[in-house]
């Protein structure tokens, strides 16, 4: 069982992101160093063994406001399902900056989410947010773990999260394939222009700045041609685009197929499958897969 800290309050994201450019150059070095192994990749690499816990958490009506807007949820009081990520992501990127995990956070590709919503949360509740690191294991493309996050309100969960993070690089094992249930439809229920500064303004309210999402010059310095959306404003945005269709209790699991490169224009389907709903997110022009996933 992981160890448990708690910490006074979510920390911030700027200095965090100044360790996690840091350790793109660090860490693998010192994985290259003879005699120096297991936490940075010159032996068997492992994850932290650490919790972190924040209680009390207030949601700041004006930030849920801003990221309402920016992904297209209408103005509520209530959180989006998507909105408690915003609480947890900060948890995992300070344990992802530890000089104890075992790879450079910048390089690390968001492959899946799920969430799973118990309940809508209000904006006047006050959450216990915890956050910790499982399952390193193998994958075909390198090696995968997954970031647990959980939110509570007076002693009850009611929000849970499971990311997929992948670090590319000598992997094994075999590819596992999702079954997409029945076939997409042909015509899109919708699509959309994304426009080229998406990547900075849902950054400025998420606080996920890695420079990938930001400019072409900050991109191409990591190896993109260009700027690409964050995987949660895509998942975010499709929810968005079925406000007031979904239960109050729902799951939503969604595997990220390629970057949306920035500007781009993407078509968004949805359709039922037995007692799910199927959605998908793709190049327009392309078709090429950006998101698939299913909400139950």
Not at 18 to 47: D, E, Q, S, W
Not at 104 to 132: C, F, M, W
Not at 270 to 292: F, N
Request: proline fraction near 7%; include cysteine.
């Amino acid at each position: 069982m992981a160890a448990q800290k708690e910490l006074d309050s979510v920390p911030g994201l700027g200095g965090l992101y100044v360790k996690a450019v840091a350790g793109t150059t660090v860490k693998p070095v010192l994985g290259r160093v003879p005699g120096i192994g297991g936490r940075f990749g010159g032996g068997k690499p492992r994850l932290p063994d650490t919790e972190l816990v924040v209680r009390d958490v207030e949601i700041d009506r004006a930030h849920l406001a801003d990221y309402d807007r920016v992904c297209g949820f209408a103005l509520r009081d209530e959180l989006p399902a998507t909105y408690p990520h915003m609480l947890a992501f900060p948890l995992s990127m300070q344990i992802m900056t530890d000089s104890s995990f075992p790879f450079p956070v910048i390089g690390l590709v968001h492959i899946a989410n799920r969430i799973e919503q118990v309940r809508p949360i209000r904006d006047d509740e006050k959450l216990t947010v915890s956050v910790r690191l499982e399952n390193l294991r193998d994958h075909p493309k390198g090696r995968e773990f997954h970031v647990l996050a959980q939110a509570a309100s007076a002693g009850e969960v009611v929000w849970t999260s499971d990311s997929t993070y992948l670090r590319k690089g000598g992997g094994s094992g075999e590819q596992k394939s999702r079954d997409q249930g029945s076939p997409e439809p042909a015509d899109p229920s919708a699509v959309w222009d994304v426009p080229d500064d998406i990547g900075r303004r849902y950054g400025k309210v998420s606080g996920d700045n890695n420079p990938i999402h930001l400019r072409r010059s900050t991109a191409m310095a990591f190896g993109m041609s260009r700027p690409i959306a964050h995987g949660m404003w895509t998942k975010a945005r499709c929810l968005a685009a079925l406000e007031g269709e979904l239960p109050e209790s729902l799951t939503v699991d969604v595997a990220f197929k390629l970057p949306v490169f920035l500007p781009a224009k993407v078509a968004f389907r949805t359709w039922e499958d037995g007692g799910a709903r199927e959605i998908s997110l793709r190049d327009h022009r392309s078709g090429k897969p950006h998101i698939t996933g299913r909400i139950q």
